[in-house]
């Protein structure tokens, strides 16, 4: 756990659920107002490593082959719906100009091999964005629920095809997102990338976002910083996403975790974060691709998944149009591609019916559709 001065501190009980778990993040508040809530505020990360990178080389070929072009650059503030219909790849998030992304505290679950090597619980004096009253002793919990699928394999990283959707967030619930994570096998080291509804690292913001995170020795960072280096002018994480789909990826090579968004490298996080902790982390010995949900409470949540469609919908022609990670492939693996998707937690005996409001349904070897509406 990170303890930082913003004061994050570890408790201990698991609340694992289905295919999810059942978490709890601490953190304190920092120094920037959120728009639409007035008495939130953001915390704001302290980057001591980072920065922006002109000398930094990438692969020559992103991790699915092709040669980087730059990203087609949607107007500055613009939101999803209008970056999709004018063909935009992404925006920045605001007029500011800076190419360089702003890290920022907010809960983040990890969800690993098994319940022990996740994130299991913490508490947070941060209240959800628009939290349905304050509590008086200004404590908060945080439930994390995962679609998820994964499997041990050693490689150099992954990438994937991924639905971008709008999902509504509810007024007392966290963030909304979905992710590519590649671990070590002891799921201690992490690198993450995906896109998020969550406004309190978004600034009120309802729309989908890109974003960047990482573990050293479980220990928690922030989102879009904390030693990331920004190598692309063009797209940074915490700009806007168009809603449609899109390729990320994660890959090991020139001295650090690179990412690669669309036909852009956009940054890495370098090899050094965990050099200095006495780690050597250059390949995957755990890969997961998951939605994932933080809110208030797990077993009634109106917070959607995905884009709100349950692929194990009754109606077929209603679960053919849930969202997916597609297209899916490993760099320089050791084995095949062969997900495992789980449905069952042996500490807390749950079975997938009750979470039956999220869903999961593999379509081998390169695919699965997941999410869900909530239970509203």
């Known amino acids: 756990m990170l303890k930082s001065r913003r004061g994050l501190l570890a408790a201990g009980l698991a609340v694992a659920v289905v295919g999810a778990i059942g978490v709890v993040s601490t953190l304190n508040a920092g120094a920037e107002q959120i728009t639409g809530a007035p008495q939130l505020t953001t915390p704001v990360a302290d980057s001591p490593t980072g920065g922006i990178s002109t000398t930094a080389t990438p692969p020559a070929l992103l991790p699915w ?53 996740s994130l299991l619980t913490e508490k947070t004096d941060v209240p959800p964005p628009l939290p349905p009253a304050a509590k008086a002793d200004d404590d908060y919990d945080v439930d994390y629920i995962y679609s998820t699928a994964r499997q041990d394999v050693v490689s150099k990283g992954v990438y994937s095809t991924i639905t971008i ?146 692929p194990l919908d009754p109606d077929p022609k209603v679960a053919a149009t849930s969202a997916y990670f597609t297209t899916t492939a490993y760099i320089n693996p050791q084995v095949s591609m062969e997900f495992t998707y789980p449905a069952l937690d042996k500490e807390t005996g749950k079975s997938a019916e009750q979470l039956s409001y999220y869903g999961i349904k593999p379509a081998p070897p390169r695919s699965f559709r997941y999410g869900g509406g909530g239970t509203c």
Request: aromatic letters at 10%; hydrophobic letters at 30%; proline letters at 4%.
């Open 65 to 117: 082959g092709e040669r980087p072009t730059s990203i087609r650059k949607g107007r500055a503030g613009a939101d999803s719906k209008t970056l999709r219909a004018e063909g935009a790849d992404a925006a920045a998030a605001d007029a500011s100009g800076s190419i360089q992304p702003r890290g920022r505290y907010g809960p983040k679950g990890r969800t690993g091999r098994t319940t022990s090597s």
């Open 165 to 310: 959707a709008k999902p509504w967030l509810a007024d007392n619930d966290y963030h909304t997102l979905a992710e590519l994570a590649v671990q070590s096998g002891d799921s201690k080291q992490i690198v993450e990338v995906g896109w998020t509804v969550d406004r309190l690292t978004n600034k009120g913001s309802e729309d989908p976002h890109l974003f960047v995170y990482h573990w050293v020795n479980k220990e928690e960072s922030c989102y879009n910083g904390c030693g990331w280096v920004q190598y692309s002018k063009n797209v940074k994480p915490g700009d806007t996403l168009p809603l449609g789909t899109k390729r990320f990826g994660i890959e090991y090579t020139n001295g650090g975790w690179w990412i690669a968004y669309d036909s852009e490298w956009i940054g890495y996080f370098p090899e050094q974060l965990w050099n200095d902790e006495g780690v050597e982390f250059e390949e995957t010995g755990l890969v997961q691709l998951f939605g994932e949900v933080a809110v208030s409470n797990a077993e009634k949540t109106c917070t959607d998944m995905g884009n709100a469609v349950n």
